[in-house]
């Protein structure tokens, strides 16, 4: 039977009663359609699922008491960055569910010169709230108990020069000098650079170059900025990762 699992994000213990936040309290209970005394998993981005038991079901709350903790162990081995060139709406969400449910462990959302969604300042942040519920919901759906990082839009200059010098850094070229056959595990794990819808320009790429970025040969064709991300994690977990 399929267990039904909730995001909250505070603290959980083993013999803690709790009121559920209020979106949590809604899909279990108007959702799921659970009742007291029924059973649920939450889990808050510790590691752990919370085996809880429902205590009370109002109108428009519910509280829960957690009866036991389990520590997962279903996070790859190989940590993954995904810097990921911004695409419109529902792209970008199915790139960042997608990627949560292979394993990704932080999401970097780039402007590039090619970009086609703007964002001002406010917009960035309503932006940002809306990926990390896509992210959140995707570990729910997937079993993950450790909640992938997406950090806020930044330049791809910023991005890319902050990567740590010791990981593997990637980015798909027809041309490029790896082939999956070719790659081997580094100490600052995986990064995979991805162009928005327009693709990389030359001065983007120069610049994924400059940061140490090098080519990845993955097929002859040419993949959509939706595909190539899922792609190229889903090729290099079963390299490098737990997917082999």
Same mark, same amino acid.
């Given at each position: 039977m399929r267990v039904t699992r909730?995001?909250?994000?505070?603290?959980?213990?083993?013999?803690?009663?709790?009121?559920?936040?209020?979106?949590?309290?809604?899909?279990?209970?108007r959702v799921m359609r659970l009742r007291e005394g029924d059973g649920c998993v939450?889990?808050? @981005?510790? @590691?752990?699922?919370?085996?809880?038991t429902l205590v009370t079901v109002g109108k428009r709350d519910a509280q829960v008491r957690i009866e036991s903790a389990t520590a997962l162990g279903n996070e790859s081995p190989l940590h993954i960055t995904l810097l990921q060139g911004i695409a419109r709406g529902e792209k970008m969400d199915l790139i960042l569910q997608k990627a949560t449910e292979l394993g990704v462990q932080a999401f970097v959302p780039v402007n590039a010169e090619r970009t086609e969604v703007k964002l001002d300042?406010?917009?960035?942040?309503?932006?940002?709230?809306h990926w990390h519920s896509v992210v959140v919901s995707a570990c729910g759906q997937s079993g993950r108990a450790c909640v992938p990082s997406v950090a806020?839009?930044?330049?791809?200059?910023?991005?890319?020069n902050a990567v740590p010098a010791e990981a593997l850094k990637l980015t798909l070229d027809p041309q490029g000098e790896h082939r999956l056959s070719t790659l081997s595990a580094a100490p600052g794990g995986v990064v995979i650079a991805i162009g928005p819808e327009g693709g990389w320009s030359p001065r983007d790429r120069q610049a994924l170059a400059a940061a140490g970025f090098q080519g990845l040969q993955l097929g002859p064709r040419v993949l959509r900025t939706e595909t190539a991300g899922l792609a190229a994690i889903a090729a290099v977990q079963a390299r490098l990762g737990d997917l082999g």
């Open positions: 909730s995001h909250v994000d505070q603290p959980l213990a083993v013999g803690q009663t709790l009121a559920l936040p209020e979106d949590a309290a809604n899909h279990l209970v939450l889990f808050n @981005g510790d @590691g752990h699922d919370y085996s809880a300042a406010t917009r960035a942040e309503k932006r940002l709230a806020a839009p930044q330049s791809l200059q910023d991005a890319a």
